[in-house]
């Protein structure tokens, strides 16, 4: 597997492009619409926030995914029609009708997200505008154009794309994220898109994209809001003419390892760039009783507060940590747990060691910080990632509306 | 029921004292130590951490309480004892035989608490002079010294003394408590004591304690960091000669509501006196399909880091509030929820409307604010208390160990 260029668009039969429509208000160059289109009817698979307040997008959305293919998605930025009632809904769908008809396609071939503010009708005036334009922007390499549109709080775009050999067929894959984090419901916490041109069936990449989110996605915190508008969709339109890759095979194991380091991937870039964030914490829990032990163990840190604003100082005050595994849901005896903050081990067998401050704060001062912790419980293992909590996190959300 | 002096030295029976045996390293003079005794065995109950790393003298005070009575409560601030392993508990087990020794009580008639820095051993020999030196402090006003002696962070004492009439006698009930909040585990964020003369078994208190902390400390949360340590203990003497109270009377009703008022009292003022925190909220809800969901939809809120840094700003951003709810756990109908904010309304049927941006900034502009949810989806209603997530916060807790 190699990194290549050229995100959503290097798979072949994908365009894409990203206009600014003026939805942000007092930005009005800025990009906030963007369209990905597939030449040929893609698979379709999704995952979707859990938040029963769900914005309607998420609702429209995800009937479309259960068709089972899609040919084009329409995402805008600046607003997240969510507790819009019946009429984000029918404005949801309508941005669906609106770039089907510019793309001549069934309006059930067009999925919708959004991400914004939440609670404000959108400016369908100059939604529609956007799409119409967007269509007319489509181009092989509208990747960028893409990627920026998502962005809301973002300080970076979140873009990659791999290929790799699937049976002899190079298959590639492409993706875009927006974040910043788990940290803004109002933004949306996280949009996500694949495309690839793999040959697969709509249920396989469905079972390859629900595993592969719960290791990467799932695997995330900046806040521990999850938001009304959370979704990821992936798009496989079968151009690498690779033989249908079925569950359970080698090719299977290909496609989703692929998948499983592009999400992570994105999703260590939306942890980095959480809002305020100055470093991402990776938290690697292994020996745990249970796999849901060592997931809950290692989020539980990335989301602990006491541990971030820890992290923002680069104190090795180790005990926010065994505190939060603690608490976390997790089974585990706490006189068996050794610690480590990057190289430096801090506990052993539960009770704190002497060790060189001078070392764990020059650990704790890297952009990218690791914690491990043995549990000495069982087999299972997790990572997970976040990022630390700083003054800026106030600035950036108290301010937000205004 | 009314308010009256003299804290937890207010029933019948009971002393206190606090001293300074220079645990917190360099606050030489700042009290550290702190003594409750009750002059006849007590009946005891206790509620302590779900964290699976428990402290020590949670493992020890739990089996004490275990025996249905107790004469004396022994607690120091600055060190949580906390994982500290075996000679953790040894030291704790210590603290106990030290107080019994200089009361004349056997070891198991005396509990302990802890609260502060994490994973360091306890200084003994200036602990033991600190509870020597206590249980010659001990007086009839001691009340004030000791609940200075529990503070960490807290900037303001808390404590209360209430009484009341149950069955022709006067039943006095006091109480105290530290914080700051549940957001700093290394500071065991909640340790409280209730003392009361009533006449009521081990039983029948557990019961009541249980209860009424269900709706007053696991009703508020500054970051949700679960601590390691925390501990409330209750202590009845039955000085005040009432015929003892049954389970299921009129009595019982009486002593639990004047408990409940006690033990929400003291909560609201941990609230309030979260780290960097400015302001209180109160997120009451009501017409869920559960007492569950009630609760799960009101502690989101308090527990949201976006929630709390509009409130810091006063800014009515009220898809916080419905995007918490939503991930809450509990399950309604997003599009039939009525939202107020102080006595302005700012969603009708799950639609943001139109009001006042000045009205609405006054409301959170209050040092209490409060804010109405109804689900109408069911009979159940909560309240749930918080505090706002200031630049403070970040500034206390990056910097704590140093």
């Not at 609106?98 to 069934?106: P, Q």
């Not at 549109?149 to 002899?168: C, H, P, Q, R, W």
């Amino acid at each position: 597997m190699q990194t290549i260029a050229n995100g959503i668009c290097a798979p072949k039969g994908f365009l894409a492009s990203g206009v600014a429509a003026n939805i942000k208000g007092n930005n009005a160059d800025k990009k906030d619409v963007a369209l990905v289109f597939s030449i040929k009817p893609a698979s379709a698979a999704g995952v979707f926030t859990t938040n029963v307040a769900k914005a309607a997008p998420v609702k429209v959305s995800r009937a479309k995914v259960a068709h089972g293919t899609l040919s084009a998605l329409v995402i805008n930025s600046g607003n997240a029609n969510a507790c819009t009632g019946v009429q984000g809904v029918a404005d949801a769908n309508h941005m669906c009708d609106v770039a089907a008809a510019s793309l001549n396609l069934e309006s059930t071939q067009v999925a919708v997200a959004s991400t914004g503010i939440i609670g404000v009708p959108l400016p369908m005036n100059r939604i529609v505008s956007g799409i119409r334009d967007s269509a007319k922007a489509l181009a092989p390499h509208g990747n960028l154009d893409a990627a920026k549109a998502i962005m809301t709080t973002d300080t970076f775009m979140k873009e990659i794309a791999v290929n790799f050999n699937i049976g002899g067929s190079l298959v590639t894959m492409g993706a875009m994220a927006k974040g910043s984090g788990m940290i803004h419901p109002n933004m949306a916490t996280t949009l996500a898109f694949v495309t690839t041109d793999a040959n697969i069936a709509p249920a396989t990449l469905q079972t390859a994209l629900s595993h592969a989110v719960d290791k990467s996605f799932n695997a995330i915190s900046v806040d521990g809001d999850t938001s009304t508008n959370d979704m990821i969709i992936a798009l496989a339109n079968g151009q690498a003419e690779n033989q249908i890759i079925e569950a359970n095979t080698h090719e299977y194991g290909q496609f989703y390892l692929a998948l499983e380091q592009v999400l992570i991937h994105l999703a260590k870039e939306v942890a980095k760039d959480g809002e305020g964030a100055t470093k991402l914490l990776e938290m690697q829990v292994y020996g745990a009783n249970s796999q849901k032990d060592a997931q809950a163990a290692a989020k539980a840190v990335c989301a602990s507060p006491l541990v971030k604003t820890a992290l923002f100082a680069s104190d090795g005050n180790w005990g926010r940590i065994v505190c939060a595994m603690g608490y976390s849901g997790a089974n585990f005896d706490v006189d068996q747990i050794d610690l480590f903050i990057g190289n430096q081990q801090v506990v052993k067998k539960g009770k704190g060691i002497v060790f060189s401050e001078e070392a764990v704060t020059h650990e704790l001062s890297q952009k990218e910080v690791s914690v491990r912790a043995y549990l000495h419980q069982g087999d299972f293992s997790a990572v997970a990632w976040g990022c630390d909590l700083s003054h800026d996190y106030i600035t950036i959300n108290a301010g937000y509306r205004c």
